[in-house]
């Protein structure tokens, strides 16, 4: 960690953002001024009026009044594209509906997430109040933002690549007897939940409460990858995690109880389950899920429990220990009696 920057020199207190401030913004981020009306854009792009309200609408952003000129020559060529695409492929509306849904969700938190970032920055490296940091963060957005686009490019693309990876390696099980008519992908799937969230963080302001939820996403993220899982969300206080196969699935559980035990700020409990999940929308569903949810629940501080039928999974495998708990009744599973997993001691 770098010791803090000492601060700047004294900066000429911000004004309100100047017209010529946004009007710059406007031509390098939405590529030309906004000189369309929602009928132009359709006209333009060769689709109906209720395509292009149904793409912005789908893309989280307010459609406006009829007359009202706020498009650009660049959403005419993406709305038009996106849409013969759609056309020439044979996509239904409900599948372009929702990869358009998962680019605005994903980016309305993604710019949130940056500008959050960069003005809590500004205010803390130039000793600004939230008000002129925000505005500071305006007057250099044009400097910044090629490096944000460029980074998110590079992110897409990485991702995609490593998912077409996973791909390739579960072809190799598609056809494998008996699972045609289950749930596609098999998956360990594991929740790892702080304990006694609410008390925790009942004391904390608003700067020290985002500081403790980004270090837990931030040590919560590195766990779970250095050890060969993927997050699939986090969930202010929870962090849902699969991997590819239960080893895997083990060691990525383990990871978490020790990077969180209980004598870290915010100990964990995880639980963790080896069965069929199905991804959508960036998520993954099923009973599996479900119970891995309900073995959190159960889990002492700073441990791992697993199902008795991935505890079968995982009892010839070295380097585990597997220990039978008593039996318990699990909501909306009925009465079970989970296996808590730990590392063998080396001899």
């Not at 999974?313 to 009925?334: S, Y």
């Amino acid at each position: 960690m770098q010791p803090p920057e000492e601060p700047g020199p004294p900066l000429a207190e911000p004004s309100t953002a100047a017209p010529s401030t946004l009007d710059r913004l406007e031509d390098q981020l939405l590529g030309g001024p906004r000189t369309l009306t929602l009928a132009e854009v359709a006209e333009a792009a060769g689709v109906e009026v209720g395509d292009v309200e149904l793409y912005w609408h789908a893309l989280g952003l307010p459609v406006t009044p009829p007359d009202a000129r706020i498009y650009t020559a660049d959403d005419v060529a993406v709305i038009g594209a996106t849409l013969r695409a759609g056309r020439d492929f044979e996509v239904s509306e409900r599948t372009g509906v929702s990869l358009v849904r998962a680019i605005g969700h994903t980016t309305d938190r993604l710019v949130m997430w940056q500008v959050e970032a960069l003005v809590e920055h500004m205010g803390e490296r130039y000793g600004l109040d939230d008000t002129s940091a925000r505005l500071m963060f305006l007057e250099r957005l044009d400097v910044v933002a090629p490096l944000l686009e460029r980074q998110l490019v590079h992110g897409w693309r990485r991702h995609m690549a490593a998912t077409a990876g996973w791909f390739a390696d579960e072809y190799a099980l598609a056809h494998t007897p008996g699972v045609l008519d289950e749930l596609p992908l098999a998956r360990a799937v594991g929740f790892a939940d702080i304990v006694g969230f609410t008390a925790l963080t009942a004391a904390l302001g608003s700067h020290a409460l985002a500081d403790f939820v980004q270090e837990f996403e931030a040590g919560a993220r590195d766990a779970v990858t250095a050890a060969g899982g993927r997050v699939v969300k986090t969930i202010g206080d929870a962090v849902l995690f699969v991997a590819d196969d239960v080893v895997a699935g083990a060691e990525v559980a383990l990871s978490l109880a020790e990077t969180f035990g209980t004598d870290a700020a915010a100990p964990v409990r995880v639980g963790l389950v080896w069965g069929r999940v199905l991804s959508r929308f960036g998520d993954v569903f099923g009973p599996s899920v479900s119970l891995a949810s309900r073995m959190t629940a159960a889990a002492e501080p700073g441990t791992v429990l697993v199902d008795p039928e991935t505890a079968s999974f995982l009892v010839a495998t070295a380097g585990f220990a597997l220990v039978p708990q008593a039996e318990r009744e699990v909501a909306g599973i009925g009465v079970m009696a989970p296996v808590r997993l730990d590392r063998r001691p080396a001899r």
